[in-house]
DNA sequence: GCTTGACCTTCCCATTATGGGAAGGATTAG
DNA sequence: CTAATCCTTCCCATAATGGGAAGGTCAAGC
């Protein structure tokens, strides 16, 4: 995790920092959690404004672990929609690689459908190809 | 395609639009199908500079199509990387969210976890938890 | 005690792809 | 002719991050 983004995090208001005499940043244990806490949640996944809500829960030692649940839930969805999205994308992709000769040969059916192909995914379903 | 993006793609050198007398922009059926290009190339999760990449293949009519395949191919590596990490993230958070009770408890595994797991991936295969 | 290097600070800029909106000119409908 | 609509350019904002300049501070060496 970089100075820089420690800096970033508190200036839009995620961490707060104490000061030293002389303005340098100071760092207790429990700051230094929270910012453990960001890293784990980044690396999770979870976009800034999340990582924020989250943030607010784990302070929060009284709410309902169901809002933690919740949260969690929605962002594994979310990720599984875009995977879903991206597995489209490699089968489309695939086939059409698949049908390209890679060699020599200029003419490429990969281009071909670039060019050419609307798709309009639900219109697509009955599309000759 | 927003007519912002249009602009956009202009300026940036992928697209180059005649313009009519009065300075509107004029699109004839040969800028038009660069443009369905770019949207299919979009759609597909290419970037703005692999689009660039691919406008140039599609243009040079003599080019071998096992650069073209080589281009989709690593786009299709690329893809089913992040869908490898987006999937051990999702493993990890539904490990996490079915430990988690979900109710009016406050106790949650998946809150202890955000706080207390550094995550060194490889590290972390024979760490403890 | 002073110099030097390492580290800290703030401030500005760039990135990627997109959208919002203002100000003003062109065209078209009535 | 006027009013609405469409076009233009220009500036700003987004999310999360990195780069780098200009300047203050601290610690080590002599």
Known sequence: MS???IRYYEE???IKAARRANGYR???ANDVSVLQFIRRTRDLGFSLEEVANLL???R???RP???VKKLASQHIEDLERRMRAMRAVVRTLKTLADHCH???RSDCPILDDFASAPAKKAARKHAHA
């Open 3 to 5: 100075a820089k983004m």
């Open 12 to 14: 839009i208001g995620l």
């Open 26 to 28: 100071d760092y207790d």
């Open 56 to 58: 607010a829960l784990w």
């Open 60 to 62: 929060d030692r009284k």
């Open 65 to 67: 672990s169901r809002d």
């Open 102 to 104: 890679g060699d020599e």
